[in-house]
């Protein structure tokens, strides 16, 4: 979504937007299995910031008012990169 750049879905963050008083905010969801439109993100800091200049996250999300919040995602990003640099998620698993 940040960067444009091509890859598996299981090499992605799949994020979704959950609707509160105030506006939406963006959660993560490795599992890939809340309900809802949901878009794809690499777990990249670099490619973060390029979604959030971009404002891309509410077109993908389709959210038509205000800017989301995105506290929670850039925590998760931040927690993931920091402890194992891996994807977390189905296709991250052994096999």
Do not use: K, V, W
């Not at 963006?26 to 949901?38: E, F, K, Q, T, V």
């Not at 979604?51 to 919040?69: E, H």
């Amino acid at each position: 979504m940040g960067c444009r750049r091509r890859a598996p879905a299981a090499e992605l963050l799949r994020i979704i937007a959950i609707e509160n008083g105030a506006g939406h905010s963006l959660s993560p969801d490795p599992g890939r299995n809340r309900p809802g439109r949901g878009a794809h993100l690499h777990l990249d800091p670099a490619c973060f910031t390029l979604a959030q200049r971009r404002r891309a996250f509410g077109r993908a999300l389709r959210i038509t008012t205000g800017a989301p919040d995105t506290g929670e995602l850039a925590e998760y990003l931040r927690a993931s990169t920091t402890t194992s640099g891996h994807p977390t998620g189905r296709g991250s698993q052994a096999r």
